[in-house]
């Protein structure tokens, strides 16, 4: 018997068992590599909504909790994944400055935006009018933290590379049991997935498409990430990720025409050199209507939790979410309404 049988091994997945871990309970992960967002993400985290001028909900504490999260794992796998950069918006008019005080004055605000204004000159973009720093940003590399807790995962026999198969999923009076694995609780962690889950396939789950590049542009000399239509993000070597689009028909994880087109215009938008696209991804975000995570317990099995809906911003809130679900699991901790997946239950 196991405590937590974790569906999904994205950064909703990975953010729970790592808390589960910490909290001396056994976890098993069944994965079948059938979503990619997590893999393919920018790996951004930046605690302003810079096109509304507003703070990221809870942002401060949010950071703390990622800021500790991914030092611990870090330290575990023995490689480095949180790049803490400044992130620099590009402005395009003396009334785009303006704004930016005015936001920087705003006391929730105010630790997040630099007052000092940059006028650095960065070869192949033209910035008469400068721009503006946030603060406490950076990146995480989704990808070579997911590769290397697989590998963690496989040397103490944590994971099963499989498909959950929704049919074979029984309770039990103490907990549930799937095929010969008996758990305490079950947490689905499956992303955009979750559209198959019988369990939790009512709630309203939108996704929304997103594709990006990895460009080399040897005539840009970037070292920050650079936020405007999209962001340009420094790999080092004169390599780039750029990204992303936002598309809410196409829900498929398949690069197409029409983002490659989109992405090459606003990059020229940005930067005046030529560039060699290496490589095009495309992802779907589990996004939600109103924005908010999905996060809970199964009105009728007690055993079934969801941690979901992390939209846009998996890096900073799967951390935070996971921590909230555990503690709501086993310390009866009540969960913010705004994030309880209750908020969805039809009221008589
Ligand atoms: C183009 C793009 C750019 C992004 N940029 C950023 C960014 O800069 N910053 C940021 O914070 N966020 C970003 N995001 C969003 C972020 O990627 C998501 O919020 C996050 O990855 C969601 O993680 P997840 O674990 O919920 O889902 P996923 O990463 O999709 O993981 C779900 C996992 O469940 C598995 N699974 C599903 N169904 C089953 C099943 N039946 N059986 C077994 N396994 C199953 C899948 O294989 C997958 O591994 C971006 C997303 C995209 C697409």
């Known amino acids: ?95 785009e400055q303006n704004n930016w005080f005015s936001a920087s004055d705003k006391a929730n605000l105010a630790p997040f935006l630099s007052t000092n204004l940059i006028f650095k000159k960065y070869s192949s973009i033209d910035s008469p009018f400068g721009y503006g720093e946030v603060l406490q940003t950076g990146y995480i590399d989704t990808s070579l933290l997911l590769s290397k807790y697989r590998e963690y995962l496989m040397e103490n026999k944590l994971f099963r590379e499989e498909f959950f198969d929704y049919t074979l999923l029984q309770e039990e009076i103490d907990g549930i049991r799937y095929k010969d694995i008996r758990a305490r609780h079950i947490i689905f962690a499956e992303g955009f997935g979750m559209h198959s889950n019988p369990y939790f396939n009512n709630l309203p789950l939108d996704g929304t498409k997103g594709e990006l590049f990895i460009i080399k542009a040897p005539s840009l000399d970037l070292d920050v990430i650079m936020n405007t239509s999209v962001f340009i993000l420094p790999l080092g070597n004169s390599i780039y990720k750029v990204g992303a689009t936002y598309n809410w028909t196409d829900k498929t994880a398949i690069p197409t025409e029409e983002g490659k087109k989109e992405l090459v215009d606003k990059i020229k938008e940005i930067i005046n050199c030529d560039f060699e696209i290496i490589e095009h991804f495309a992802g779907v975000r589990p ?47 009540t969960l913010d309404k705004t994030i309880d997946i209750q908020r969805f239950n039809k009221k008589s």
């Open 1 to 95: 018997m196991i405590d937590y049988l974790i569906i999904g091994s994205g950064l909703a997945g990975i953010s729970f068992s790592e808390i589960a871990l910490q909290n001396n309970k056994s976890i098993l992960f069944l994965d079948n590599n059938s979503q990619n967002s997590s893999k393919i993400a920018g790996g951004l985290y930046n605690p302003v909504i810079l096109k509304r001028f507003s703070e990221v909900a809870q942002a401060k504490e949010h950071l703390l909790i990622m800021n500790q999260f991914f030092a611990n794992l870090e330290r575990k796998l023995d490689c480095k994944v949180d790049f803490k950069l400044p992130i620099l918006r590009k402005f395009f008019s003396i009334e």
């Open 287 to 333: 996004t939600v209507k109103d924005r908010r995570p999905l996060v809970g317990t199964h009105t009728s099995h007690n055993s079934i939790h969801i941690l979901n809906g992390l939209g846009t911003r998996g890096v900073m809130l799967g951390p935070a979410m996971a921590k909230a679900l555990f503690e709501n699991i086993e310390y009866q901790k």
